[in-house]
């Protein structure tokens, strides 16, 4: 398989460890004024897209370039000196910026909640995607527009300019989301507008459900959200997901597999001749015939335990993506992705947990249990 480029966010994550034996009904239990809550050792490690997925698909086997941005200070040193355990690099240090980071609140019981300093992030563009780097990868996935201010302002333009270019190499694309901040400048930008303007770019469209809904569909968002606690629980994928689906295919993707949290995953994809066009000038073309037309719902595979899920959907693209490029059929493609996303929320950060393609297969093929 050629190269595959991780591009996008990266950040620092820093998760206080809540101890054992004890669950929370509210947030307002823990985030109290003036309250002291005792936690473990807290777990810092890499976050964000180019860290998440870029290093589960370079653990999966595959020859990863990453493309990410940080500062010349403290919490960028960090980040580097983490890559390069894992035997990566190649990050982008701008001393004018800060390094982002994120605290994820992962209390028992409830949710996870994020603060999170974009820093770095907010000043990547197109331009820091080398001519050299495109020239050797044949698949593309770019993780985070949504907290990257170059992406979502002026409507997308530099996302979609920068999709366009990938394209015109000839690579693949794959394009995922993150929560957005209702309050923020992200949270104001037209998504549709956006959207509409990337996704004929984009071939692998794998935002989550939740994101989605609050940038397609609003007053269905707003109806989940009321409904108070994880809006993806129980939620009923051809009723909800299904519709979400088929808009980004209508606006040009070519194929959408929306992440559900614990309710599973949806996947749709295009017509043959979409397909084939996206086809044209590809270093890696897909079965038109295997690809084309399909849609279904994967449920959960039961994880042996639960410790966090920090960048299980991360991690699940990055089988998925795998898969697609050891020249799996969709169906197998998800069930994959789901899989690894069962291994992933094993452990408090992103890549303990994970398995490789074999050893997932083995385990679905003995007959793993799902939710």
Sequence with gaps: MGKIIA?????????????????????????????????????????????????ALKRLGNDVILLGKIGEDAFGSLIVSILEREGAGGLIV????????SVVLNVPGIDRLFLHNPGANDTFSGEDIPESALEEAELFHFGY????????????????????????HGLLTSLDLSSVDPDSDAGHADWEEILGRVLPYVDFFVPSFEELCFMLDRPRYERLLA??????????????????????????????LIKCGTSGMYYRTAAKARIEEGNAGARFALDAD???????????YRPDRVLSGTGAGDTSIAAFLTAVLKG???????????????????????????????????????GWETL
């Design 7 to 55: 591009a996008g966010h990266i950040c620092l994550d820093i998760t206080p460890v809540f101890p054992g034996g004890r669950t929370y009904g509210e947030i307002a239990e823990v985030l109290m004024p003036g309250k002291l809550i005792q936690t473990e050792a807290a777990d810092v490690h890499t976050g964000g897209s180019v860290a998440n997925t870029g290093l």
């Design 94 to 101: 701008d001393p004018c910026v800060s390094t982002s980071y």
């Design 145 to 168: 527009p949504t907290v990257m201010k170059r992406m979502y302002e002026n409507g997308g333009a530099e996302l979609a300019a920068m999709f366009r270019r990938v394209k015109a």
């Design 227 to 256: 409904g108070g606690g994880d809006m993806a629980e129980g939620l009923d994928l051809e009723k909800e997901a299904a519709p979400l689906a088929g808009r980004v295919l209508e606006m040009g993707c070519r194929a959408a």
């Design 290 to 300: 295997v690809w084309s037309g399909k849609e279904g719902k994967q449920a959960c």
């Design 328 to 366: 799996k059929a969709p169906e197998a493609c998800v069930s994959l992705a789901a899989a690894e996303g069962a291994c992933c929320v094993t452990a408090y950060d992103a890549l303990t947990g994970l398995k490789t393609i074999p050893e997932l297969e083995a385990r679905l093929r003995s």
